[in-house]
Structure formats: C-alpha cells, structure tokens
C-alpha cells in the first residue's frame, strides 16, 4: 500500500496551493494542486490555522459549518465527511469547537487528517504542529 498524497506532501489536510506563504514551506514545490511542507507539524499548523482563520474570518460555527467550507460539495461528498469527522471527535455535527483550545483541535485535525488520507493521525505530530502555532 503506498502512502497517501497528504501524508508524502506532509500537508494531512490536502490543503490546495493558493497564494498564502506557509510557514514551513518546502523550498521546492512539486505537487501540481497541493501545499507540501518540510514536516508534518508545519501541515498540522497550517490545518489548524486553517481552521482558525475560517471560525474568525468565515464565522464558521459547528463542525458542519466548517466541513462545509474545508470539504465543498462540488469536489467531496460533504455530509459524509461531516459524518465521519464527527464521528471521529465524538460529538454531534451541530457541536461549536473552540479554536483556540488545543485538546479540541487537536482532535479536529486528527479527525480531518483521518478522513483525507484514510490512516489514523500520530497525535504527537498533530499537537507539535499544534505547538507551532
């Protein structure tokens, strides 16, 4: 089995290239469509930041709201990512994280990474990109 493009693009998010200067950026950028950093925790800072940009910029509310936004319809089959991330977190879709409670996004990004590269997250990278923040 080979590993999952967000994974080898140490970007667990799938976050497509666009004009934002990443921390922790690879120099070169290979993958035509998506970011690739220099480690995993700089792909779990930027998926975090993410996420937080999207609660302060967005008004992003509840996980549905948000999966909403990370995952549109045109491209994903959202209800079912709303589904599986909630599932994941253990809580209802209608749930409103904090943004800047580190055990909840944390568990947020894990879920999202979870969803996007089919393996469980490590939780000690996701919360030293947490760290990075």
Do not use: H
Not at 29 to 40: A, E, G, L, N, R
Not at 88 to 94: G, L, N, R, T
Request: proline letters at 5%.
């Amino acid at each position: 089995m080979s590993t999952p493009r967000g994974l080898r693009n140490n970007n667990p998010g799938n976050i497509r290239k666009n004009s934002t200067k990443w921390q922790g950026l690879r120099k070169e950028q290979t993958d035509k469509s998506f970011f690739q950093f220099v480690s995993i925790e700089w792909g779990y800072r930027a998926l975090m930041r993410t996420l937080q940009t999207y609660r302060n910029k967005y008004r992003c509310r509840t996980i549905a709201d948000f999966i909403k936004r990370w995952a549109p319809e045109n491209e994903n089959n959202t209800s079912g990512y709303i589904n599986r991330v909630c599932r994941e977190m253990q809580v209802p879709s209608s749930y409103v994280p904090d943004v800047n409670d580190k055990s909840t996004m944390c568990a947020f990004a894990a879920a999202i990474s979870q969803v996007e590269n089919a393996v469980p997250a490590n939780m000690e990278d996701v919360c030293k990109g947490w760290e990075l923040l």
